[in-house]
């Protein structure tokens, strides 16, 4: 079983800055992906960034150029460094991650969110 706690959320004006954190834990014995996700009020969850094992990244358009997602292998860690942030993303991030147990099962686990909301 794998635990995702994610930290950095919070109340932040619009051009500022937050970094998120999550941290996964359990009997893993690699990670393939770490993605975040945000859901705003009312609306679908989406895929905001990804990395993965090999540190390939992907974006989603809403934030590129503005958001830098990165991991640490050796602390089973992905980081998302959010600048120049707006208004248009308050939401709840998600922290995701997909890979191998020590077992050889598969995993797809979720963390708990935490919210980001950003002032005009």
């Known amino acids: 079983q794998v635990q995702l706690v994610e930290s950095g959320g919070g109340l932040v004006q619009a051009g500022g800055s937050l970094r998120l954190s999550c941290a996964a834990s359990?009997?893993?014995?690699?990670?393939?992906?770490m993605g975040w996700y945000r859901q705003a009020p009312g609306k679908q969850r989406e895929l905001v960034a990804y990395?993965?094992?090999?540190?390939?990244?992907a974006y989603a358009d809403s934030v590129k150029g503005r958001f830098t997602i990165s991991r640490d292998n050796a602390k089973n860690t992905v980081y998302l460094q959010m600048n120049s942030l707006k208004t248009e993303d308050t939401a709840v991030y998600y922290c995701?991650?997909?890979?191998?147990?020590?077992?050889?099962?598969?995993?797809?686990?979720w963390g708990q969110g935490t919210q980001v909301t950003v002032s005009s």
């Open positions: 359990g009997s893993i014995f690699y990670i393939n992906v």
């Open positions: 990395i993965t094992n090999g540190e390939s990244t």
């Open positions: 995701n991650a997909r890979g191998v147990l020590v077992d050889q099962r598969g995993f797809d686990s």
